[in-house]
């Protein structure tokens, strides 16, 4: 008699957490990842483009919309296993955000002149 409500039990949990939604926590047996990247793509893209504002004649932002993609590429290289290219792409892009920053702050700073189509 006391393995009665022992299977009981059991058989309430396993129904409880099949019933509740938890199904979906299963591993299916075959990933795609073209199409887990096809979702990251829209998701950057999306995001990439909610930073980029246009007020007036000028548009603001397209530097972070930049860097959002590049943040993007370098998690999904990540994510497929390609560390090498995530380090490159990592080393690149502070190279050329460093590099180009400074350059931007010398002319802007250093020669007295107005940035072109600042007003």
Same mark, same amino acid.
């Given at each position: 008699m006391p393995a009665f409500p022992l299977r009981y039990?059991?058989?309430?949990?396993?129904?409880a957490g099949e019933? +509740? @939604?938890?199904?979906?926590l299963r591993i299916p047996a075959r990933i795609d990842p073209t199409r887990i990247v096809e979702g990251v793509i829209g998701g950057i893209g999306f995001l990439g483009?909610? +930073?980029?504002?246009?007020s007036g004649g000028s548009v603001h932002g397209v530097t972070t919309g930049a860097a959002i993609w590049i943040a993007g590429s370098i998690g999904v290289a990540c994510a497929t @296993?390609?560390?090498?290219? %995530?380090?490159?792409?990592?080393a690149l892009t502070m190279v050329i955000v460093l590099v180009l920053g %400074?350059? /931007?702050n010398r002319f802007?700073?250093?020669s @007295? @002149? /107005?940035r072109t189509g600042e007003r």
């Open positions: 039990t059991r058989q309430c949990r396993f129904r019933s +509740s @939604g938890l199904a979906f483009a909610g +930073s980029i504002i246009r @296993g390609n560390l090498v290219l %995530a380090v490159m792409v990592t %400074a350059l /931007e802007q700073n250093g @007295g @002149g /107005e």
